[in-house]
Structures are given as structure tokens and as C-alpha cells.
């Protein structure tokens, strides 16, 4: 019994100055714990949760203690093989080592400890952001296998077989997922994502339409990680603010990039996902270790002296400077480049890079955004230059290998500006993305808004391309899309309820296309105050009816000076005395005229029977307006409840 006692209060002696020592590590206080555990180890040499804690103590030792720190963790590993802490910490102490020795041994010590505990700490999340090829997925999977049915293991199994493109066995691990966790999002995301990569987009589409109707219970993110490489900074600063309504978040973030208004399907979802898969099996991070990614500090002393100086990166940057679609003599600009203080390429503010987000180089990076180069030059694996031909101009960079050897071409490709506008091709072409759709096509459209003739809660949107054959679509607030028109030839019509929407909108014209993306407002004009509508102008013979108007707008807005004008517009909420309404309208013409404006003013007072929709209508005659352009818009003044509004403005030509 005495004996039994003694060994109990040493282990609570033990255990109370192990409490002892972790206070002080948490406080920084590393020689005072330090010695308490050295003094442990002595008196208890094999004690695994006393090397633990002794390997946590060199581990924050400044610099030198991590190789003591492995070495204990590994021996504690030796002592307890079914405790995933030793190999845990002993993972910690591989990152903290860097580079592909402290990257393999933390590959070792994760995948051991995962395989007793897929859930352990982030210990999962620690793998992901590790180099992994084919071998390393497979024996990762194999470790998860054990734990099969459990939730968490499952998911990142599944992923992992799409990654190694398995998808039949993916599919079908995901839709077992799908019945067992109907609530969750991360599953039918996935899904989604297995079968974008084979090609099968309208199961995809309709897969991943599930997964955002459950992206409130998306407790592994798996859905913004989807979408996060494309996300513009103003996207990624609103998640990390905290998006509200996350559904709606994300179907806003597709919509906008939806590259065809006519289709159901968002063709951008097929091709993000296929173009994230080859990104992966082309321009993986290699060395995700590297105290370049992990260190803005390190980044800063690699870039003092502008471009490296080594032969292998000094050949790239004479190649490059000499070859490409921007290749361009030297003059006084390019001089800062030729000695190497030119501009630098955007970098993250943080310690780590936007690499490690994603697991890809810097053209993986771009790829993803933007697809293949228009052209793609290859200098000796260590470096390339790629350009990307755009309607509005051209976009270069080059990039060189950069994150292992700071004196020469080593390690991941960065980006690394050598002639003048590449670093501001590299903050252009990281903040943005296209589809592959061609949208060489420059078009114009003007918009016009009035109260829908059946439902007073509801707003008509008109829409004038100036191209042959148009497509629009009106996108909500919650992403979905509320109307949709497509037209040859004429206006196009839309409508929904008062509110700010996206609107998509695709113009086409002699085999060419083009895209607009942006917000359009529908006013609320069912209610009893003073409004009027938007503006159409068309020939003077045009009889003054809203439907008559819309079908002989002029393209372009464009008009004969020669011949009458017609002007169209209609006035709500407008006071009723008695029967009747009254109302003095201004017409402001503004005239760009050269040297200086020109504003032509047309008043009038109305006074008529009082109709809920009161149309305005003006025929100007030829020589009122001499030829030019014109901004147009309506004054009202209401002289029953002494109101006052004005229309928004609309831009036409006499020719």
C-alpha cells in the first residue's frame, strides 16, 4: 500500500509541475520551464508526455532548438504509437525546420497522426498545405480508410479520389455522403465538383445548386475554397467580413461571371472547375515549405537587390526581354528594369502568399482566372513568359523560380517583372478573371424603366443594344435569376420587383460577342408619390404609345436632324383635384457644341383628366435642335401637391 501511495504522488507531482511548465511555455518564459522539465526527463526519462512537452519547450526556442525537438517528439512516438500528440508535434516541428527535409518529416509525422485521428487539432488542414503528389494522396487515402463512415474522414477521402481523378469511387462515396448528411453542404459540393472535372455540366450544375441551398451548414468551407481563387479582393475582404447570407454570396459571385445570359446553366462553373484541375496537375506548389511563401519578411531581403543575379535567372531575364508578344526596344523607361530596381509584382501583405491558399504557383494563379496564355514562351524550365491578347490590349508577364535559391532560378515560379507594365499586368490579371468565351465585340445599350402595366409592385426594364442579336437576364438579390429576355432586332424586356439587380447582358453582330456585367436599379413606381418613367425617343411619326416607341427606337440612339423627334415618357403618383391633374413638364435639352454647351429648354403646362400613368409625349420639329448630341431629361412639377421630380437622363444623336 505505501508503495502504491509513494508512485501516486509522484505521478501528481509530475502532473502538477507538467501544469507548472506549460504555463510558463504559454507565457514565453522558456528557461524557467525548461529547467523544470529537464529535471522531469532526468528523474523520468521515458515518459512521453514529459519529452512532449520538453520537445514543445526547443521547438519555440529561438532557431536552434527544432532538430531536439524532432528528435524527442519521435521518441515519444517510439513510446506511445497509438497517441497522435507526439507525431503532431513532431509535424510542427518539420514546418518549423522549412524547406523539403522539414516538409518530409512533417508529411511522416501528419500522415501518422491522421491515420489514428482524422480529426486531431488541425492536423488535417496542415497535410493539405504540404507538397502531395499521386503516392502521397494514395497512402493518405488508405489512412483515412480506416476510418470509414466517419463523416470527416469521408469527405477528405472523397476529395482526395477526385484529385486523383477516381471519380467513380468519388461519386460514390459522396452520394452515400449525400444520404447520411443531408444538411451539409460540403458533400454535394464536392459532387459537383467530380463532375464538372468529367464534363457532365448539367449534373453539375444542378448537384452544385444543391450544395448552395444548404451553404449555411458549409462547416469546412468547401465552397468559398471552390471559389476563392477567382474571387476579386473586394469578394474575398466581404467573406472574410462575414457575407450574411452566404447562399447568396456565392450565387451573386457566379452570376456576375455567368458568360451566357440566354442559357439556364452557368457555362462558367464547367470551366472554373476544369481549368482548377489542370491548374493542379501543371502548376501545383512545389515547395509550400519555403520560407518564401512563409515569410514577407524573407521576401523582402530576396527582392533588395531587384533580379537575381545567378546564370540561370540572368538567361530568363535576357530571353524574356528579347522574346514575347511586348518585347519592345529599351528606352528611358525600361532602364529601372535593365538594372533591376524596376517595379515589383503585387505581393501579400501577410506573411503568407496567396500561394499557399491554393497550392499553386503563380501561373497556376493566373491560369485559373484567366485559362491558357495567347502565348506561352518556355526558357529552360526556369522560366516563361506568357501573354494574353485582349481586345483593349495586351497583357504580360513573366515569371522565374524564385522561392528556393535567392541568388539564382530555383524553387516555385513568381512573378518577376523585366520590362515596363508586367507588374501591373500581374495586379490586373490577380484581381481578375475571364471565361473563355470571346468578347471582342465593343456594344452599347441604353436602359429605360416604367410601371408594369399589370402589376403595380412590379417594374418593366427595357433594354436597347445597338448590336443584332442581344440576351439578358435580370439576377436578384439572392443570386437567382428573376427574368430573362433574348432579342433579334429589338428591345429587349425584363422586369421584376423594385430593387438593385445584376444585370447580364450579351450583345452579337457578325460572328462576334460581347459582355456586360453590372447593376441596374428598377424605381419603385407603384406607390402614390411623384415619379416618372424612363425616356424613349424615336422618329416623330411614331404614334406616342410606349410598345410603338420600343419597336422603332433608332440603334445607337441616332436620329435624322431633318425629320421630326418624338419624345416619350410617363408620369406617376401625379395629384388628383377633382378629377383632374395638373402639371408644368421642362424638357432640357444640354448639347455638347465644341468650344462650349448649348441647353435648349421646352416648358409646358398640362391639365387633364387624372389617370393613375399620365403620358408625356413631345414632337420637336426639324431646325428646333441643330445637329449634335444631346443629354435629354424631364423636369415635373406637380402643381396639385406642389411636387417636384426629374427623370434620369438619356444621350441621342441628330445626324
Same mark, same amino acid.
Given at each position: 500500500?505505501?508503495?502504491?501511495?509513494?508512485?501516486?504522488?509522484?505521478?501528481?507531482?509530475? +502532473?502538477?509541475?507538467?501544469?507548472?511548465?506549460?504555463?510558463?511555455?504559454?507565457?514565453?518564459?522558456?528557461?524557467?520551464?525548461?529547467?523544470? %522539465?529537464?529535471?522531469?526527463?532526468?528523474?523520468?526519462?521515458?515518459?512521453?508526455?514529459?519529452?512532449?512537452?520538453?520537445?514543445?519547450?526547443?521547438?519555440?526556442?529561438?532557431?536552434?532548438?527544432?532538430?531536439?525537438?524532432?528528435?524527442?517528439?519521435?521518441?515519444?512516438?517510439?513510446?506511445?504509437?497509438?497517441?497522435?500528440?507526439?507525431?503532431?508535434?513532431?509535424?510542427?516541428?518539420?514546418?518549423?525546420?522549412?524547406?523539403?527535409?522539414?516538409?518530409?518529416?512533417?508529411?511522416?509525422?501528419?500522415?501518422?497522426?491522421?491515420?489514428?485521428?482524422?480529426?486531431?487539432?488541425?492536423?488535417?488542414?496542415?497535410?493539405?498545405?504540404?507538397?502531395?503528389?499521386?503516392?502521397?494522396?494514395?497512402?493518405?487515402?488508405?489512412?483515412?480508410?480506416?476510418?470509414?463512415?466517419?463523416?470527416?474522414?469521408?469527405? $477528405?477521402?472523397?476529395?482526395?479520389?477526385?484529385?486523383?481523378?477516381?471519380?467513380?469511387?468519388?461519386?460514390?462515396?459522396?452520394?452515400?455522403?449525400?444520404?447520411?448528411?443531408?444538411?451539409?453542404?460540403?458533400?454535394?459540393?464536392?459532387?459537383?465538383?467530380?463532375?464538372?472535372?468529367?464534363?457532365?455540366?448539367?449534373?453539375?450544375?444542378?448537384?452544385? +445548386?444543391?450544395?448552395?441551398?444548404?451553404?449555411?451548414?458549409?462547416?469546412?468551407?468547401?465552397?468559398?475554397?471552390?471559389?476563392?481563387?477567382?474571387?476579386?479582393?473586394?469578394?474575398?475582404?466581404?467573406?472574410?467580413?462575414?457575407?450574411?447570407?452566404?447562399?447568396?454570396?456565392?450565387?451573386?459571385?457566379?452570376?456576375?461571371?455567368?458568360?451566357?445570359?440566354?442559357?439556364?446553366?452557368?457555362?462558367?462553373?464547367?470551366?472554373?472547375?476544369?481549368?482548377?484541375?489542370?491548374?493542379?496537375?501543371?502548376?501545383?506548389?512545389? $515547395?509550400?515549405?519555403?520560407?518564401?511563401?512563409?515569410?514577407?519578411?524573407?521576401?523582402?531581403?530576396?527582392?533588395?537587390?531587384?533580379?537575381?543575379?545567378?546564370?540561370?535567372?540572368?538567361?530568363?531575364?535576357?530571353?524574356?526581354?528579347?522574346?514575347?508578344?511586348?518585347?519592345? %526596344?529599351?528606352?528611358v523607361r525600361d532602364v529601372p528594369y535593365l538594372v533591376g530596381q524596376g517595379a515589383r509584382a503585387p505581393?501579400?501583405?501577410?506573411?503568407?502568399?496567396?500561394?499557399?491558399?491554393?497550392?499553386? +504557383?503563380?501561373?497556376?494563379?493566373?491560369?485559373?482566372?484567366?485559362?491558357?496564355?495567347?502565348?506561352?514562351?518556355?526558357?529552360?524550365?526556369?522560366?516563361?513568359?506568357?501573354?494574353?491578347?485582349?481586345?483593349?490590349? %495586351?497583357?504580360?508577364?513573366?515569371?522565374?523560380?524564385?522561392?528556393?535559391?535567392?541568388?539564382?532560378?530555383?524553387?516555385?515560379?513568381?512573378?518577376?517583372?523585366?520590362?515596363?507594365?508586367?507588374?501591373?499586368?500581374?495586379?490586373?490579371?490577380?484581381?481578375?478573371?475571364?471565361?473563355?468565351?470571346?468578347? +471582342?465585340?465593343?456594344?452599347?445599350?441604353?436602359?429605360?424603366?416604367?410601371?408594369?402595366?399589370?402589376?403595380?409592385?412590379?417594374?418593366?426594364?427595357?433594354?436597347?443594344?445597338?448590336?443584332? $442579336?442581344?440576351?439578358?437576364?435580370?439576377?436578384?438579390?439572392?443570386?437567382?435569376?428573376?427574368?430573362?429576355?433574348?432579342?433579334?432586332?429589338?428591345?429587349?424586356? %425584363?422586369?421584376?420587383?423594385?430593387?438593385?439587380?445584376?444585370?447580364?447582358?450579351?450583345?452579337?453582330?457578325?460572328?462576334?460577342?460581347?459582355?456586360?456585367?453590372?447593376?441596374?436599379?428598377?424605381?419603385?413606381?407603384?406607390?402614390?408619390?411623384?415619379?416618372?418613367?424612363?425616356?424613349?425617343?424615336?422618329?416623330?411619326?411614331?404614334?406616342?404609345?410606349?410598345?410603338?416607341?420600343?419597336?422603332?427606337?433608332?440603334?445607337?440612339?441616332?436620329?435624322?436632324?431633318?425629320?421630326?423627334?418624338?419624345?416619350?415618357?410617363?408620369?406617376?403618383?401625379?395629384?388628383?383635384?377633382?378629377?383632374?391633374?395638373?402639371?408644368?413638364?421642362?424638357?432640357?435639352?444640354?448639347?455638347?457644341?465644341?468650344?462650349?454647351?448649348?441647353?435648349?429648354?421646352?416648358?409646358?403646362?398640362?391639365?387633364?383628366?387624372?389617370a393613375p400613368i399620365m403620358v408625356e409625349s413631345l414632337v420637336i420639329d426639324p431646325g428646333r435642335l441643330?445637329?449634335?448630341?444631346?443629354?435629354?431629361?424631364?423636369?415635373?412639377?406637380?402643381?396639385?401637391?406642389?411636387?417636384?421630380?426629374?427623370?434620369?437622363?438619356?444621350?441621342?444623336?441628330?445626324?
Amino acid at each position: 500500500m505505501l508503495v502504491a501511495a509513494i508512485a501516486v504522488a509522484a505521478v501528481m507531482a509530475t +502532473d502538477t509541475l507538467l501544469a507548472r511548465a506549460e504555463s510558463l511555455l504559454a507565457a514565453g518564459a522558456l528557461p524557467e520551464a525548461r529547467r523544470i %522539465v529537464e529535471r522531469l526527463q532526468q528523474a523520468r526519462p521515458n515518459d512521453p508526455g514529459v519529452l512532449v512537452i520538453l520537445g514543445r519547450i526547443h521547438l519555440a526556442w529561438p532557431v536552434i532548438g527544432r532538430f531536439t525537438a524532432e528528435s524527442l517528439f519521435s521518441r515519444a512516438q517510439e513510446l506511445t504509437p497509438q497517441d497522435p500528440e507526439p507525431s503532431y508535434w513532431g509535424a510542427r516541428a518539420g514546418l518549423a525546420l522549412g524547406g523539403d527535409d522539414g516538409e518530409s518529416l512533417a508529411r511522416t509525422h501528419l500522415e501518422h497522426a491522421i491515420g489514428l485521428d482524422p480529426d486531431y487539432r488541425d492536423a488535417y488542414a496542415l497535410w493539405l498545405g504540404l507538397y502531395r503528389d499521386d503516392g502521397a494522396r494514395r497512402r493518405m487515402v488508405a489512412a483515412l480508410a480506416n476510418h470509414a463512415g466517419r463523416t470527416s474522414a469521408d469527405l $477528405h477521402r472523397a476529395a482526395l479520389l477526385i484529385e486523383l481523378r477516381a471519380y467513380p469511387s468519388a461519386d460514390s462515396l459522396l452520394r452515400d455522403l449525400m444520404t447520411r448528411t443531408p444538411y451539409l453542404a460540403s458533400p454535394s459540393a464536392l459532387l459537383a465538383q467530380s463532375l464538372f472535372e468529367q464534363g457532365r455540366d448539367e449534373e453539375g450544375g444542378a448537384m452544385y +445548386d444543391t450544395a448552395l441551398a444548404r451553404a449555411g451548414n458549409d462547416p469546412d468551407g468547401v465552397l468559398w475554397r471552390q471559389a476563392r481563387p477567382i474571387a476579386t479582393p473586394a469578394e474575398r475582404q466581404a467573406w472574410t467580413d462575414g457575407p450574411g447570407d452566404p447562399e447568396a454570396f456565392l450565387r451573386l459571385l457566379w452570376a456576375r461571371r455567368d458568360p451566357d445570359a440566354a442559357t439556364p446553366l452557368n457555362e462558367r462553373l464547367g470551366e472554373h472547375f476544369r481549368r482548377l484541375a489542370q491548374a493542379h496537375r501543371q502548376f501545383t506548389l512545389l $515547395h509550400p515549405a519555403s520560407r518564401w511563401h512563409r515569410s514577407a519578411r524573407y521576401r523582402a531581403l530576396s527582392d533588395v537587390g531587384g533580379l537575381p543575379a545567378g546564370p540561370a535567372a540572368q538567361r530568363v531575364v535576357v530571353d524574356a526581354r528579347g522574346n514575347g508578344c511586348a518585347a519592345q %526596344v529599351p528606352g528611358v523607361r525600361d532602364v529601372p528594369y535593365l538594372v533591376g530596381q524596376g517595379a515589383r509584382a503585387p505581393q501579400s501583405s501577410g506573411d503568407s502568399t496567396p500561394n499557399l491558399e491554393d497550392g499553386l +504557383d503563380d501561373r497556376g494563379r493566373v491560369y485559373v482566372r484567366h485559362g491558357p496564355p495567347t502565348e506561352r514562351l518556355v526558357f529552360n524550365l526556369d522560366g516563361e513568359t506568357w501573354c494574353y491578347q485582349r481586345p483593349d490590349g %495586351v497583357l504580360r508577364v513573366t515569371f522565374l523560380r524564385r522561392t528556393g535559391n535567392a541568388w539564382d532560378a530555383s524553387g516555385d515560379m513568381v512573378f518577376t517583372p523585366v520590362l515596363t507594365g508586367e507588374a501591373e499586368s500581374a495586379a490586373e490579371l490577380t484581381a481578375t478573371d475571364r471565361p473563355s468565351v470571346s468578347a +471582342d465585340l465593343s456594344f452599347a445599350f441604353w436602359p429605360a424603366t416604367f410601371r408594369d402595366r399589370e402589376s403595380r409592385g412590379r417594374t418593366d426594364l427595357l433594354v436597347f443594344p445597338d448590336s443584332l $442579336h442581344a440576351a439578358a437576364a435580370l439576377v436578384d438579390g439572392r443570386g437567382r435569376v428573376a427574368a430573362r429576355d433574348t432579342a433579334t432586332a429589338r428591345a429587349l424586356q %425584363v422586369r421584376g420587383s423594385p430593387g438593385a439587380y445584376v444585370l447580364l447582358l450579351d450583345g452579337a453582330e457578325d460572328g462576334r460577342r460581347g459582355l456586360y456585367r453590372g447593376t441596374v436599379f428598377l424605381p419603385d413606381y407603384g406607390r402614390d408619390t411623384l415619379a416618372v418613367s424612363g425616356l424613349l425617343v424615336a422618329a416623330g411619326s411614331v404614334p406616342a404609345d410606349r410598345d410603338s416607341l420600343a419597336a422603332a427606337a433608332p440603334p445607337g440612339l441616332v436620329l435624322n436632324a431633318e425629320r421630326p423627334l418624338r419624345v416619350y415618357a410617363e408620369v406617376y403618383g401625379l395629384g388628383d383635384d377633382s378629377g383632374t391633374a395638373r402639371y408644368t413638364v421642362r424638357y432640357r435639352f444640354d448639347r455638347a457644341a465644341g468650344r462650349g454647351d448649348r441647353v435648349t429648354t421646352i416648358a409646358f403646362t398640362r391639365e387633364g383628366p387624372h389617370a393613375p400613368i399620365m403620358v408625356e409625349s413631345l414632337v420637336i420639329d426639324p431646325g428646333r435642335l441643330p445637329p449634335g448630341r444631346y443629354r435629354l431629361y424631364l423636369e415635373i412639377e406637380d402643381r396639385v401637391r406642389a411636387a417636384r421630380t426629374s427623370s434620369a437622363s438619356l444621350t441621342f444623336s441628330l445626324r
